[in-house]
């Protein structure tokens, strides 16, 4: 819970501090954001997809993405340097996201309307991680102090990184000791797997083309969106203590699919 409390406040700031406040940063990031919060929205009102994803922890490894351990290394060895405030913008967003909403949605016991409680919505923004993050930042950027801190905070930033892949692969690596995990699709994983994998890019490469993005933007962006369920599932699940085992099977199959499916992706979109 530690690491939650205080190691995720220091990680945004030190990505936010890293990548700078730009133009292109800040689309990706609202694209992002607004992306998962749709599909969240159709999947708590409509009622058979509420029965196919009847946990936010099938819901949110279906729509939070491995971005930076995953997203941003592939975009940095496919694409031109210039994108890179696209896909970090893009990863920023799914973080916002997740550590904003993610802790308020995993500590109610059911998904009847949670979503939109607007109440304990506000409180538990204010009081999250990432808010904590953000608040930081623009104090840092108030005093003009940003880059000493950038400086300051990268030490502090990789352990928190360094920290949270020891929990991951510590749960992980309790999933794998089971032979049938390959197999196993229990809990409705294979619908999160679909809708990680195989919707949410298709959905931003059709938003993309709406909004007339570049080739080369689109094609940031639908890689990031393709990328497998993001290690802050696990985090998430592990400190509130749900649905852990299930959030684990999810980024270990995600991730395992992938290695097909992110290559397709950038075949089919070139």
């Known amino acids: 819970m530690n690491l939650i409390k205080f190691g995720i406040p220091i990680s945004v700031m030190g990505l936010l501090l890293k990548a700078g406040i730009n133009f292109d940063l800040i689309n990706s990031a609202i694209l992002a954001f607004i992306t998962i919060i749709f599909f969240m929205i ?13 946990n936010y922890s099938l819901q949110l490894a279906g729509l939070i993405g491995n971005t930076s351990f995953l997203g941003i290394p592939i975009a940095i060895a496919l694409l031109p340097t210039e994108t890179i405030n696209i896909t970090i913008g893009f990863d920023l967003g799914t973080t916002l996201f997740s550590w904003i909403f993610g802790p308020y949605l995993l500590q ?3 998904t009847n309307y949670a979503f939109l409680n607007f109440k ?31 400086d300051f905070l990268r030490i502090p930033t990789k352990f928190v ?42 959905f931003i490469f ?61 075949i089919l979109i070139n």
């Open 108 to 110: 109610k016991t059911s």
């Open 120 to 150: 304990k919505l506000v409180i538990s923004i204010l009081c999250s991680p990432a808010s904590r993050g953000i608040i930081g930042v623009l104090i840092i950027y108030l005093f003009g102090l940003e880059r000493i801190m950038e």
């Open 161 to 202: 990184i360094y920290l949270a892949i020891i929990v991951v692969g510590s749960r992980l690596g309790i999933i794998t000791n089971s032979k049938k995990v390959f197999v196993q699709f229990e809990e409705n994983i294979k619908y999160s797997m679909f809708l990680k994998l195989i919707v949410v890019p298709i």
């Open 42 to 54: 159709l999947i708590n009102y409509n009622p058979a997809l509420k029965n196919i994803f009847p």
């Open 206 to 266: 059709m938003v993309c083309r709406i909004l007339n993005f570049s080739e080369i933007d689109r094609t940031a962006l639908v890689l990031q969106a393709g990328t497998p369920s993001a290690i802050s599932t696990i985090l998430m699940a592990e400190a509130y203590k749900k649905q852990r085992e299930l959030a684990a099977k999810a980024l270990f199959k995600t991730t395992i699919a992938s290695i097909t499916t992110v290559p397709l992706l950038f």
